[in-house]
């Protein structure tokens, strides 16, 4: 028996896929009420990032058209 696996060549492929359902079974998921929060709380910070984003951009096209005038 274990001159035959001395022999085989492990396939690279299949090594892949056994490696990532055992890294896969390890993971803890996240329950779906804590999905919903987590998305939830993901777009509001992006609402605000934006609108922080938006209020720079126009105080900076406003003194850049102050200072081209």
């Not at 998921?29 to 929060?37: F, G, K, S």
């Amino acid at each position: 028996m274990a001159e035959k696996a001395k022999g085989k060549k492990p396939n690279p492929v299949q090594a892949y896929f056994r490696e990532t359902i055992g890294e896969l079974r390890k993971v803890t998921w996240p329950t779906r009420r804590e999905a919903l929060q987590l998305t939830g709380l993901v777009i509001l910070v992006m609402i605000v990032v934006g609108f922080i984003l938006g209020m720079t951009d126009g105080a900076a096209r406003g003194l850049i058209g102050l200072l081209l005038g």
